[in-house]
């Protein structure tokens, strides 16, 4: 009967282990000195890529990789105006706070 129960509860285990989604790393990734977009987040759907040309640009995404070697910051609003988040070389957001619509390059 002790046999029974330990087997059961190790099924009952394993059945609850979640299905993993393939990982981030394992989506393509962004090239150096690069900044990327993708439409959907998670790194999900088209990637679109940009230079480290500093300024401010219209962009679009959801997802944003900067691999510039400067700090970005993308944008709620067209012109580089409104709700915004920095983003250092070497980091990512998988799922911006909100569509981005415009990112500036620093340096």
Excluded at 77 to 101: L, M, R
């Amino acid at each position: 009967m002790r046999m029974r129960l330990f087997a059961l509860a190790g099924v009952t285990a394993i059945a609850a282990l979640p299905l993993t989604a393939p990982s981030a790393s394992a989506a393509p990734r962004c090239p150096s000195l690069y900044v990327c977009t993708w439409t959907k987040a998670d790194l999900g759907g088209t990637m679109h890529t940009y230079n480290n040309d500093s300024g401010c640009y219209p962009r679009s995404g959801r997802s944003v990789s900067n691999q510039t070697g400067k700090t970005i910051t993308i944008y709620k609003e067209a012109s580089c105006y409104g709700s915004h988040v920095d983003i250092k070389t070497g980091h990512y957001s998988a799922n911006t706070p909100w569509p981005v619509a415009s990112m500036a390059v620093w340096g």
